[in-house]
């Protein structure tokens, strides 16, 4: 099946710092998802992004399918922001997504 | 907004046990879904629903079966809990119909002893 990396694994930022988020996926896709999963384990919606770019406040994402890699940037950190980011992709040729293991961000005061 | 709630954020069972996890969108997706999530695994598709009494396996359904009776509702059973079914387990729904965006519930942390 198709492999989704995240990097990186782990994220330490001073709040206000900026940070990009990367996930590489092996097989072309149909659509993605960025989601941010909070420290009670609900996932909520970033962007849903098969290609292109978009942003919402501070936080912005670009998907380049050709070179099958997307990126989330978050800037100017707050502590909030903390918790795990999860990309997930759904094959060209399949009906299910997919997850990387995630990047685990910590935004210290 | 859409709204998936699951029964249970908490859950304690024996091995052995038959346990329902219950989840429901208010929404009117065609799509609902179960995964399970792992320390260093990442979210695992167990069961998906494209409507009303289909159920597709995913890639993790050993164990585990699934019932839709109603659009709204996708229940997942486990028949005897075994210990290494301990997870957290996370249902959701999305629009059908070329629409794929998924929502996502509170998720329901079991543990099995």
């Known amino acids: 099946g198709i492999q989704v990396e995240q990097s990186p694994p782990d994220l330490i930022l001073q709040e206000g710092a900026n940070s990009t988020l990367r996930c590489n996926f092996s097989?072309?896709?149909?659509?993605l998802q960025w989601f941010h999963q909070n420290p009670w384990g609900q996932l909520i919606n970033l962007f849903y992004i098969p290609s292109g770019t978009k942003q919402n406040g501070r936080l912005s994402a670009t998907t380049v399918a050709t070179e099958r890699y997307s990126l989330l940037y978050i800037s100017s950190s707050q502590t909030t922001d903390s918790g795990v980011y999860f990309c997930a992709v759904e094959p060209g040729t399949g009906n299910q997504f997919y997850f990387g293991t995630g990047t685990s961000l910590t935004v210290i005061p | 907004d859409v709204k998936v709630t699951q029964s249970s954020r908490y859950l304690v069972k024996r091995t052995g046990e038959k346990v329902f996890l219950e989840c429901v969108q208010d929404m009117d997706h065609e799509n609902m879904f179960w995964y399970r999530q792992d320390p260093g695994l990442g979210l695992r598709l167990i069961y998906f629903s494209y409507d009303v009494k289909m159920k597709e396996k995913g890639d993790i359904p050993e164990g585990y079966s699934v019932s839709r009776e109603k659009k709204e509702r996708f229940s997942l059973i486990l028949e005897s809990a075994s210990t290494n079914q301990t997870s957290m387990y996370l249902c959701a729904s999305s629009l059908g119909g070329g629409v794929h965006e998924q929502y996502f519930g509170p998720g329901t942390r079991l543990t099995v002893t």
């Open positions: 097989d072309s896709v149909n659509n």
